[in-house]
């Protein structure tokens, strides 16, 4: 059985009361500092036991983002893979809450494993009884679990190769390797993106950055296909990543980025590009397009408008200095920038996919009004299985939202813990 508080408080060397709550996560955050990779999973089974879980299952989200895969390790259980559209852990993936579901006299708890906002998987355990002190507690826990499989994981290739289901190719490692998180969260502004096919894109790419109130994104299509289109995507990225740290303005990152792949590549190599800035206090988005499909504006669940505006030059081509288009968002709105091998793709029969279908299957998916980064999943996963469930083409999706909301009080000690999201009893669901 847990242990409560108020059985277990020491004394603090400052004189203060140190509840259980605060050792157990405490001394899983000391240990965690100098723990090689391969001893984090007994550590989380261990402080699992310490609040009265058993039968502990670590579940980690394939490259596809289909699928949880068990993190095999001593004191965890190891199970068949679990379907992010169709389980119970699934559904605490895609929701972003703990789902209960009691059995006999047990309760069986999935919950998510958040590093930050991104999705790094499920945390699964068995308790005899839970109480909105458990919760909160294991909610927590959870939280440091998440944080030290992503900080261990750059130590280590034990975790990446838990969660391949495929062999990858080397252009789809390097990829990988680029991406930023594929979601972020703030009360002012979400991100999230997807590539396709997960173990084998190559010339695809985005990245994205918050540096005060201002939202950078970027996408990129690099020519070809294999190593050498991941070679030039890399470079790039990098560039473009040089340029926007040194706080240059939509055309001058434009400029570094041609520079770049133009002295590397010889002009007889490009990339398709595209490079936005969004004011997450006002709603100003500001662009520039290279050579890729114009964004879509989706208002309420449903494509409202293309983002159209001049065009240049794919990067390495030495193009004129784009001109950098603008509108102001309203709140709730997204835009979702992609890659031409969404509509180039044909489906079987031999008819291309096209805008069309595209868009139908976005508004489809809309409807459902999910959180952005499940909507691209989703979005991502429908128009695959809607393509006959290959690609020949890279294929990525990039979308924000913008909600315009203040994210001041978040750094004040004043907030209560409880209000905060993704804490309390709104957050779970009973499935039983």
């Not at 709550?21 to 391969?38: C, K, V």
């Not at 001109?323 to 890659?339: F, I, K, N, S, W």
């Not at 989703?378 to 294929?395: H, V």
Request: with cysteine; net charge negative.
């Amino acid at each position: 059985m847990p242990e409560e508080d108020s059985e277990s408080d020491n004394v603090a060397d400052d004189g203060r009361t140190e509840g259980f709550g605060e050792r157990l996560l405490g001394s899983l955050l000391d240990r965690a500092h100098t723990m090689p990779p391969q001893l984090i999973a007994p550590l989380i089974a261990q402080e699992i036991a310490r609040v009265g879980g058993r039968d502990v299952t670590v579940l980690l989200q394939d490259y596809d983002q289909m699928t949880l895969v068990a993190l095999p390790g001593e004191g965890l259980m190891v199970g068949p893979d679990q379907p992010i559209d169709d389980s119970l852990a699934g559904l605490a993936f895609q929701t972003d809450e703990i789902v209960e579901r009691p059995w006999v006299d047990v309760v069986r708890l999935y919950v998510p494993l958040l590093d930050g906002t991104d999705r790094v998987g499920v945390l699964v355990l068995t308790l005899d009884q839970i109480s909105e002190h458990h919760r909160r507690l294991i909610r927590r826990l959870a939280g440091l679990v998440a944080d030290m499989l992503v900080t261990k994981s750059m130590y280590t290739d034990r975790f990446f190769q838990a969660r391949r289901r495929s062999p990858m190719s080397l252009s789809a490692e390097m990829q990988w390797q680029l991406l930023p998180p594929l979601m972020m969260t703030t009360p002012q502004v979400a991100v999230a993106g997807a590539l396709e096919p997960a173990y084998d894109v190559a010339g695809d790419s985005f990245d994205y950055a918050l540096n005060g109130d201002v939202l950078h994104l970027c996408m990129i299509d690099a020519m070809g296909h294999g190593l050498d289109a991941a070679v030039m995507a890399t470079l790039a990225i990098g560039a473009y990543r040089h340029a926007r740290r040194v706080d240059v303005g939509l055309a001058d990152l434009y400029a570094a980025m041609d520079s770049a792949v133009a002295d590397q590549f010889g002009p007889e190599r490009f990339a398709t590009a595209q490079m936005a800035t969004l004011d997450v206090m006002s709603g100003r988005l500001r662009w520039v397009n290279a050579g890729h499909p114009s964004p879509l504006l989706v208002r309420a669940g449903h494509i409202v408008a293309r983002l159209d505006g001049p065009t240049t030059l794919p990067v390495g081509f030495g193009g004129a200095t784009p001109v950098v288009t603008e509108t102001m968002l309203q709140r709730g709105d997204r835009v979702l920038l992609y890659t031409d091998g969404l509509i180039e793709e044909h489906v079987r029969g031999g008819d291309e996919f096209g805008d069309t279908r595209m868009r139908e299957v976005i508004e489809r998916v809309e409807a459902d009004a999910v959180p952005v980064q499940e909507s691209v999943r989703r979005i991502s996963r429908a128009l695959m299985l809607e393509r006959g469930g290959a690609t020949t083409d890279d294929s990525t999706l990039l979308m924000l939202e913008w909600t315009g909301a203040q994210a001041d009080d978040l750094a004040s000690t004043a907030v209560d813990a409880a209000s905060l999201p993704g804490a309390g009893p709104h957050a779970r669901v009973d499935a039983s």
